[in-house]
Structure formats: structure tokens, C-alpha cells
């Protein structure tokens, strides 16, 4: 391969690059960029030309990129930034901007926290948008890289060179149908033991997996929504051990599944009131020591100090209080789980 003539290299190619790599797509990243499909198909080719490779293949999930387009992307990324920083007055206009603020979290991150977040940025941010991407997966290179601006989950491990904030705490809870024998006494280690369990975990789409956490570059993500081994231990200590009825990757799923079939499951407190009379759910707190968990947000400490991400995370940090306080208007409102219980089971 030759050597690339930086001085006659089009530089609005790299931006298409950029949003290519991020999307996928020929068509959606004209339309990110306002661009028609055949302007950055033509694109494509013209960096195909000017950098020598193929960059990117067609296959049944898209335009998949080449070892080439992932070096290249990551550096593009990064000098877009700064960019993007050196031609700013180091002001954000929130009302003018037409940004789009990136973060990954899991199903229950969407349900909890994006409805407030993004009622929040319509308001003070019109032209902006919201883009939601999976956890876990490649997460930690897209917040180093820029493509994600703030990461949201539970986390076992942040290295260092993440910056991190706490946004609520969260419990577990069992939930298991009102109309289960079960459901009629107290919940007891035992009763437990008896009964199929559904299980909410995604270990099955990552082999990286270890005891349900995931390590992306150090970033360790926990995948298994359980509370950190408290009720297998428990478990153990009685020699009793549990039956696994149903794994499922969406713990969004969990409460109507539990609705209609003869399991319980441990799932967070916000979620099981949410839906315990829409479900006709009996909630039941675990009968065994079980530790709550933070739902945290990461971010990298050089591109997460930029005005936009700032702005955006102060945004985020309300949004997760209105969660914390069981706001009215927001879908996971925490009541009492004995109300719950009560209001089930007459």
C-alpha cells in the first residue's frame, strides 16, 4: 500500500468514515450526515482509492469494517473531537445545538432512567437527539474513542482512567404470580429452593463472560442481574440448591413471564412494583442477606470534560434523582413493597 497524500485527501471523507463505522450503513449514514445513499456509496469509493483498501465488506449484518477502517476509525474519531473542540469558544448553547449525545446501558437503564433523560433533553435541548446503544460489548474503546459519551450499568470494575458517578441505589426483589400457592405464605429460603427459577442474564451472547461479568479493557460490566452470588451462597450454607425453569437476556421480560408460569425470579424492586398490578405480581424481599447495587455512569476522563458532556451528564444526574425519589411522573415509582404485596394477594 502506498504512502496516503494527507494534503490531497478530501477531509469530509473522514466524517463519513467516521459515521460509516458507526452506523453500518450506507443509507443511515446519509441520513445522519443529510446525504443521499449513492453520494456516500461514491464517498466510499473515493476512500477506497485514496487509502488503498477495502474498508469495508457487505455482509448479512451490514458493512462490516476492515482491520484498516478499525485502526483508521479510532484515530479519525479522536482528531473529529478535537475538532470539533478547537472550532468552539468552549461554550454550550443547549437551545442552538444540534448535537447527538450517545451512552450504552441495558433494558432496565432505557426503562428507568432514558424517559425522564430524554423528556429532560427534548426541553432544554430541541435540536439534539438521543441515541441508546447495547452495554458492555466494545463499550470501553467507544468511550475512549468518542462514539459513546457516557456508559451506564453495574459495574464490578472502572479503571482508573474512567471517570465514574454513582446515579441510585437499587435492590432486588422476588416476584412470583398472586396466584401461586406459594404466593399465599412467607417467603422462606426453603420455599425458594422449591421452586424454577427464571434467570436474567446475557452471559450466552459473550464468551468473554466469567461468573456473569464481562471485562471490556478493564471496564468489568455485570451481566447476570442478581445479587453478586448472596443467594447461591445462601444456598450452600443449607445444602439446598436452586432449579433454573428459564434464562432470558431482557429482565423487561421477567414480569409477565413470572405472570404466567409457576417461577419466580429476583429482579430490581423498581421494576417488580412497577408491574406487580398490572401482572397481579406477589413481591417477597430475600430471605437472606442480599446487598444492594449502584447503577453507575462512566465516562472517559478526557472527552467526558467537554461543555456538551458535562452539560448532558448534569442532565443525566436529574434524571437519576427523579428515578431515586419515585417521582410520579417516572414509570419505576417505589412504594412500599409490603403495598405491593398487600394490594396483590387481596
Known sequence: MGEVSFNSLDLNLLRILDALLEERSATRAGERLGLSQSAVSHALNRLRYALGDELFVRSAAGLQPTARAVQIGARVRQGLLHLQTAVTDGEFAPATTDRQFVIACSDYGSAAIVPGLTARLRDRAPGASLRVVPSH????????TGRVDLGIGSFAHI??????EDLFQETLVWVLSADHPAAREPMTLERLAELP????????????????VVSDHGLEWRLIRDDAGAFQGALSSRGLRRRIGLTVPHVLAAP???ARTDMAALIPRRLAVAYA?????RLFDPPYPSPPHAVTAV??????EQAPIA?????LREAALEVAS???????TVQSPGLAAAANSS
Open 326 to 332: 419515585g417521582n410520579r411522573h417516572n414509570l419505576f
Open 277 to 281: 398490578e398490572r401482572y397481579r405480581l
Open 197 to 212: 427459577h427464571l434467570i436474567i442474564a446475557l452471559t450466552g451472547e459473550d464468551p468473554r463472560a466469567v461468573d456473569g
Open 137 to 144: 460489548v466494545g463499550v470501553a474503546e467507544a468511550l475512549q
Open 256 to 258: 409477565r413471564i413470572v
Open 159 to 164: 479503571p482508573d482512567r474512567f471517570a465514574s
Open 311 to 315: 452539560w448532558f451528564r448534569r442532565l
Open 299 to 304: 465516562w472517559d476522563g478526557g472527552h467526558g
